[in-house]
């Protein structure tokens, strides 16, 4: 594993962002993985001031969304396709048909589900995955149980998850009880993941997913087992980690 520590948050950001523009300019059509949540904005933020300064366009980069919510429309300001595009898509220069999200809205679910891992196979391996981590040790929305699934497929919310996420919503009864979400599989065959956590609220549990049992009641711990994962971690998130080296 290559473990990266940052002092604070913003240093964590720009080190993801530039990742990502040093991959575009060796392989200016890459195709990405993105994340959402409070974790990557930062990482977008930078992305988004790099292309400003002309060190890095997306104009032959295709991007593949790992998830999105069940039933909220896609001008929902909570919607993942809103996200992407208030965060990142709006400020640079990626043709809009270049960047893919689940349906959340499709009258046939799991015929999205199939669409979607059909356009995942079609564009090839992904060559880096963005991923942030849930408290529960989810990845996407592969949340916790005794099954995980290979492909994109339609999973109901951990509550755990529903209720860290409800603060982002008015009400915590708004937060959706599904999502669609890439599956393990289609995670797994990017060529680099980069995980990227912070804050001490997920200092045990990035210890855990990646130091611990490789076990689906903690569906991260399968990273460890990834040929190329990147960690990128703030100062918070690595207490656990900082302890151990300390010791
Ligand atoms: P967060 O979510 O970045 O909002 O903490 C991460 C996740 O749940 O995967």
Redesign the pocket.
Known sequence: MNLNIFANPDALHEAAAQRIVHLLRQKPDAVLGL?T????VGIYRALVAAVRRGEVTFARVTTFNLDEYVGLPPDHPESYRFYMDHHLFRHIDIPPEQTHIPDGNAADLERECERYERLLQDAGRIDLML?????NG???FNEPGQVLHSKTHVAVLHPQ?RK??ARFFRSPDEVPTRAITMGLGSIFKAETILLVVKGAD?ADIVHRALTGPITTECPASLLQIHPRLVVMLDEGAAARFMQTMAG
């Open positions: 994340a949540g409070g974790t990557p991923l942030g981590l849930g408290h989810h990845i996407g998850t860290a996420n997920k």
